[in-house]
């Protein structure tokens, strides 16, 4: 089992900055990617940022790349998700997710964190 936990969420004007941690533990082992999602009100979910436990290799969505960055903390098992020139349309519940080597879907999910970003 893998266990996740967000921090970091809250409320910012247009144009401000936030980071998102998110905190692994068990058998952090088995992670292979990390990821961020978010989901608006009355939207679908949606993919914002990934990067692969093991190497990096970060991808974001296009509505997000060149304002938000995602890192891992290696020690201390923490992927961050830095996120830059908020827009009103980032406002959601973010969650970060974990999938295991040799598995296709996210099958640990944390509780989210609230971002709300004002006009």
């Known amino acids: 089992q893998v266990h996740l936990v967000e921090s970091g969420g809250g409320l910012v004007q247009g144009g401000g900055s936030l980071r998102l941690s998110c905190t692994a533990s068990?058998?952090?082992?088995?992670?292979?990617?990390m990821s961020w999602f978010r989901q608006a009100p009355r939207k679908e979910r949606e993919f914002v940022a990934t990067l692969r436990w093991i190497g990096g290799y970060p991808d974001y969505a296009d509505s997000v790349k060149g304002r938000f960055t995602i890192s891992r903390s290696n020690s201390e098992n923490t992927v961050d998700l830095r996120m830059n020139s908020l827009k009103t349309e980032d406002t959601a519940v973010y969650y970060c997710?974990?999938?295991?080597?040799?598995?296709?879907?996210?099958?640990?999910w944390g509780q989210g964190t609230q971002v709300t970003v004002s006009s």
């Open positions: 997710a974990a999938r295991r080597v040799g598995y296709r879907d996210y099958d640990f």
């Open positions: 068990g058998r952090t082992d088995d992670i292979y990617q």
